[in-house]
């Protein structure tokens, strides 16, 4: 099993920047891709970015369009940690961020192509 933190979450306004964290622990060598998911009240759990892995070993970053440009992600494989650091923040980001892991090499863009799950942190952007 691999377990998921979130941390970070908060409120902004308009324009700012936020980042948030998930630190893993447990069988964490049995993870391949990490990523962020978020969830907007009354809405489904989307694809934010993520970060997977190469045949050859290079970790490559995938984004949903929306947040090209203004998100960005790190993952630090000797930590087991994943940040997304979020600039230019828009009302229409505020949503509970999720981290999740899979054991898949392939970036997935669906949540059911992930293994395991954070509780969640909430991001409120105010206009």
């Known amino acids: 099993q691999v377990q998921l933190v979130e941390s970070g979450g908060g409120l902004v306004q308009a324009g700012g920047s936020l980042r948030v964290s998930c630190a893993a622990s447990?069988?964490?060598?049995?993870?391949?891709?990490m990523g962020w998911f978020r969830q907007a009240p009354g809405k489904e759990r989307v694809f934010v970015a993520a970060?997977?892995?190469?045949?050859?070993?290079?970790?490559?970053?995938e984004y949903e369009d929306s947040v090209k440009g203004r998100f960005t992600i790190f993952r630090d494989n000797a930590k087991n940690t994943l940040d997304l650091q979020m600039n230019s923040l828009k009302p229409e980001d505020t949503a509970v961020y999720y981290c999740?892991?899979?054991?898949?090499?392939?970036?997935?863009?669906?949540?059911?192509?992930?293994?395991?799950w954070g509780q969640g942190t909430q991001v409120t952007v105010s206009s």
């Open positions: 999740a892991a899979a054991r898949s090499l392939r970036v997935g863009v669906w949540p059911n192509e992930y293994d395991y």
């Open positions: 447990g069988r964490t060598f049995s993870v391949s891709t």
């Open positions: 970060i997977g892995r190469s045949e050859g070993a290079t970790d490559y970053a």
